[in-house]
Structures are given as structure tokens and as C-alpha cells.
């Protein structure tokens, strides 16, 4: 029987992002096949011959991305919460620095207006653009960057493309070329992709939240049966097979097991649905998280942790989340070959442009007086990089691939809260 390695993956912006993780993660040996599903930030491998977690989580950091195994909750609790605050921290600081930028800039095209010569601006317009792309924007870069060693790209590698070739444009400026500069415009591409991954990152966090409120409806602790008679009051993870638990009535039950001692009603309409109270006496199979609701029980430990109902349940959830409905599978076929289409058509309207620049420069002139910042003036190779770069940007983020998986989550966790479970994402 083929093993399974659950790992959690972290950094993830898009489906795109995912669907780079599952090409290389499919290409190790001994990988049987890999599934890596973006909402729930979650990669499945089934392995035809052992595979250590290990190498794995080192395949997805080669990818750009970060990841550990799904037994340590505890861990990626922590380094979600961690990443979360650092896509806040770049958002701000991306937005303190392009938002002067960006006023400046306006005020020159729009105005005429400068604060001081064309060659100063010029070198300010490079110094904080630099640090907003390649500094607070360093780890789209470096996914733009490895994106082009793997040949395998994503919506990141649209943002790093368009940030660079807009910032390269100051640069040739300022060496002579005669090219307009838009290296402010590549500080606004990076601060509004900042938005767009922070406004994601809250998105499927709310979504996982589901999750996190199953788990809280087990009992944290437990009254555990000491040899004297006495109990101890302890965590339901220090639990062991064959202990025995004093459960009090209105108290939840602390995990899977057997009633030895008492009688009692139980409700367990979190497990059944049923709201009627089932009677128990010694013997009778308890479900940890349902509720005693009269005498006492002394009930023996017979399933820990992953064996329980709860966690069953738990991981029901997370596998329908996990799933792939019919739409789903159209949206991450379209989204694969969503950003070469994009790049393909972003050298055939510089193409365009530049072959072409008064037939282009005629339909441009319909609309340059609602859009002030259509410039006719500038110089073909300008006009191309400019038209380009948009076409590279106008694409991002793919909603398509986007909107599908989360919707999907969001709606199975709904149902899940409300004791509605759903097995299977075509369900």
C-alpha cells in the first residue's frame, strides 16, 4: 500500500504558485503522484517507494516557497501568523515610500510640475523604487528569478517581470538612452501586488478558521483516575490508551472510549445530528466532544489524537477542502497556461508598438484625453515597454484561478459549522 506525506505549505500567493510546487514535487523520484491545493495551503504525495518529509520540504523551498509537515500544527500556527505580519509590514512600507512617488509623478504628467531637475528626480525615482522592488519586493524577485531557472512560471513571475522591465527603463534613462523612465510605475506594480497578497492571505485565513473552530469543540482537559481513587486534573494530549477519565455531568467528554462506571444521557448531536439525548451504562461507546448531561461517568480511554471521531471529522473537512470539483480542475487548466498566454502576448504588443507605432499611436489618441497619462510624444521603444508592461500587469492576480478553490473552502467550513459535512467537492 502506497504511503501518503501531508505537508503544509507556506507562501503560496496563487494557484499558480501551486501548480510550480506539484510540477517539481511530481518529478522526485519515488513520488507517486502529488496534489498541492492553494486555499487550503495544503500538499498531498503519495509515494511508490519511501521518500523522506525532509527532502520533500527542501523541493518546495528550491521552488521559492517555505513548507513543513502537517503533524506540527503547532509550528505552522506560528509561521502563518509570522508571514502574515510580514505582508502587512511590506504592504505599509511599500505604500510610506511609492505614495510620494506616485503624487510626484502625477503632478509632473498631469501639471507640469517638478521639484527639481530632471536628472535629481530621475535618481530619486531610481533609489526608492529599487528599495520597493528589490528590497521589501525581494521575494517576488527571487520567485521571478527561479521561476526562469525551472521554466515553470507564476502570477508572481508576471509582478517581477513587469517591476524589472519598468525599472530597467530608468536605468537606461539615465545612462543616456532615449527612453522614458517608468521606474515609479514599477514601485506602484509591486505596492498593489502588496495589497492584493496581504487582502489574499486574510481571505483563506478566515477560511481555515472553520478548522480551528472544530478543534475547539474537544475538551482541553481531562479528570484522569488515579490508583488511590483520587483524580488529577490534566491535558487531553498527556492522555493515554487504557487510562481512566471521570467525566462530571454538563461536562464534555475528553476523547473516544468505553464507559466502566455510571449511567448517564449523552448528547451527541455534534456527531449524529440528533438532538434527543442517548442513554450509556458500562459498556456503551462514548464520542470524545459530546456533551454528559446527568449522572457520572468513569469512561476508559480508547483512541487518541488522529484516531478519534473529532479528528476524523476534522480531516474529512480538510480533504473535501482539499478536493477538486469539475470547475476547479477548468480554472487550474486555464490558469496553467494563464501566464506564458500573458507573456506571449506581452512581446506581441511591444511588437506591435514598436513595427507599428502610428497605427498604434492613432487608437491611443481616441482615448488620451480621459486618460491624462497617455503621452504620444514619447519615443516607439517607450510606447512599446509601456504598452507591454501593462499587458504584463492587467493580468494579475488571476481571479479565475483564484476565486474557485477559496469559494470552495469557505463553503465546506461554513457547512462543517453548521453540521453539515461534505465528503467529497463534487458532492
Not at 528626480?121 to 527561479?146: H, R
Not at 527603463?169 to 532615449?178: A, E, K, P, S
Not at 478566515?206 to 480551528?212: D, G, L, P, V, Y
Not at 490508551?241 to 455531568?249: A, R, Y
Request: charged share 20%; hydrophobic share 50%; glycine share 8%.
Amino acid at each position: 500500500m502506497s504511503e501518503k506525506i501531508s505537508l503544509d505549505v507556506i507562501g503560496m500567493s496563487c494557484t499558480s504558485c501551486a501548480a510550480s510546487i506539484e510540477k517539481a514535487l511530481n518529478k522526485v523520484d519515488g513520488v507517486k503522484s502529488a496534489k498541492v491545493d492553494y486555499p487550503s495551503k495544503k500538499a498531498t504525495v503519495e509515494l511508490a517507494e519511501p521518500v523522506p518529509g525532509e527532502k520533500l520540504i527542501q523541493i518546495i523551498k528550491d521552488t521559492g516557497y517555505d513548507a513543513l509537515l502537517a503533524d506540527e500544527s503547532d509550528k505552522k500556527a506560528q509561521i502563518e501568523e509570522q508571514h502574515l505580519k510580514r505582508e502587512k509590514n511590506r504592504l505599509i512600507a511599500a505604500w510610506l515610500i511609492t505614495l510620494p512617488l506616485t503624487v510626484k509623478m502625477f503632478a509632473h504628467m498631469v501639471f507640469g510640475y517638478m521639484l527639481f531637475s530632471h536628472r535629481v528626480e530621475l535618481l530619486i525615482d531610481l533609489f526608492f523604487s529599487f528599495i520597493v522592488i528589490f528590497v521589501i519586493g525581494y521575494p517576488v524577485i527571487v520567485t521571478t528569478i527561479k521561476s526562469f531557472a525551472k521554466l515553470s512560471f507564476s502570477m508572481d513571475s508576471l509582478i517581477g517581470i513587469g517591476t524589472i522591465a519598468a525599472y530597467s527603463t530608468g536605468l537606461l534613462n539615465y545612462l543616456g538612452v532615449d527612453i522614458e523612465s517608468f521606474a515609479i510605475v514599477g514601485a506602484m506594480i509591486m505596492a498593489i501586488n502588496f495589497i492584493g497578497n496581504y487582502m489574499k492571505e486574510l481571505a483563506t485565513g478566515r477560511a481555515s478558521q472553520a478548522i480551528k473552530q472544530l478543534l475547539e469543540l474537544g475538551a482541553k482537559e481531562a479528570h484522569r483516575l488515579l490508583p488511590d481513587g483520587s483524580t488529577e486534573d490534566v491535558p487531553v494530549d498527556s492522555l493515554q490508551l487504557s487510562d481512566i477519565v471521570l467525566v462530571k455531568p454538563g461536562e464534555k467528554i475528553p476523547v473516544d472510549g468505553v464507559v466502566v462506571k455510571g449511567e448517564s444521557s449523552i448528547d451527541e448531536s455534534i456527531a449524529t445530528g440528533e438532538s434527543i439525548p442517548v442513554d450509556k451504562q458500562k459498556g456503551d461507546a462514548v464520542i470524545g466532544a459530546t456533551v454528559n448531561q446527568q449522572g457520572a461517568l468513569q469512561i476508559q480511554v480508547e483512541k487518541l489524537g488522529k484516531d478519534t471521531f473529532l479528528s476524523q471529522i476534522i480531516k474529512m473537512v480538510e480533504d473535501a477542502q482539499g478536493s477538486k470539483v469539475p470547475i476547479q480542475a477548468f480554472a487550474d487548466r486555464v490558469t496553467a497556461v494563464f501566464v506564458p498566454i500573458v507573456m506571449t502576448m506581452a512581446v506581441l504588443t511591444f511588437a506591435f508598438w514598436f513595427f507599428f507605432p502610428d497605427f498604434a499611436a492613432g487608437i491611443a489618441a481616441n482615448f488620451s484625453t480621459i486618460l491624462p497619462w497617455i503621452n504620444l510624444d514619447r519615443g516607439k521603444i517607450s510606447m512599446a515597454l509601456f504598452a507591454s508592461i501593462a499587458t504584463i500587469v492587467i493580468a494579475c492576480p488571476c481571479a479565475l484561478g483564484l476565486a474557485t478553490p477559496t469559494a470552495l473552502m469557505v463553503g465546506m467550513g461554513k457547512g462543517a459549522m453548521a453540521g453539515i459535512l461534505i465528503r467529497n467537492g463534487e458532492a
